[in-house]
């Protein structure tokens, strides 16, 4: 299996591992004034990254705009627990010949106004983009967690190259 198949797997099963171990109180809870999102809605976009590149009927024109807000699996893990393993089994079955292949990304780029920009990529960087988007808003997760009084790995939402600091320190 490819290095970035492996990767991204793995940190999807992170975060299959870290929603199982929530009650649904917190995974639906936005803890303001701190946060504006719930777990299930950090989720959710998650997902949205991924679903856009499984929803590509040939990879070669991306829209990472598409969002799927106010889905079931914002409030039931789960919902998200399923889709979860949807992205695993896509990527598990992901044919890496496509990995070299160009694709156009299509994104929106500006907060004050709709401005949208589009890029060339590859399909194999597009799937490592996702993985590494999947860390940030893991980590996200975890400090809502934990501010609402939940225990999580250190590990949890720590990204690739950090850990690899870590390693290097001990």
């Not at 070669?60 to 627990?81: C, P, W």
């Not at 790995?153 to 720590?158: K, T």
Request: hydrophobic residues 40%.
């Amino acid at each position: 299996m490819d290095k970035v198949i492996k990767g991204s797997i793995e940190s999807l099963e992170q975060v299959i591992d870290f929603i199982q171990e929530l009650n649904d109180e917190t995974y639906i809870q936005i803890p303001e004034p701190l946060f504006n999102s719930s777990i299930g809605e950090h989720l959710r976009h998650i997902l949205d990254l991924y679903m856009a590149l499984i929803m590509s009927s040939d990879l070669q024109n991306i829209n990472y705009d598409v969002r799927r807000r106010g889905l079931a699996l914002e409030r039931d893990k789960n919902e998200g627990i399923k889709e979860l393993y949807i992205v695993c089994d896509w990527l598990k079955s992901l044919d890496l010949t496509l990995f070299n292949m160009k694709t156009n990304i299509s994104t929106e780029v500006s907060v004050s106004n709709k401005v949208t920009a589009n890029f060339s990529s590859t399909v194999g960087r597009e799937v490592c983009f996702v993985s590494i988007h999947l860390t940030h808003h893991l980590a996200l997760m975890a400090v809502i967690a934990k501010f609402l009084g939940h225990s999580v790995s250190p590990d949890l939402g720590v990204a690739p190259t950090t850990a690899t600091f870590l390693r290097s320190q001990k």
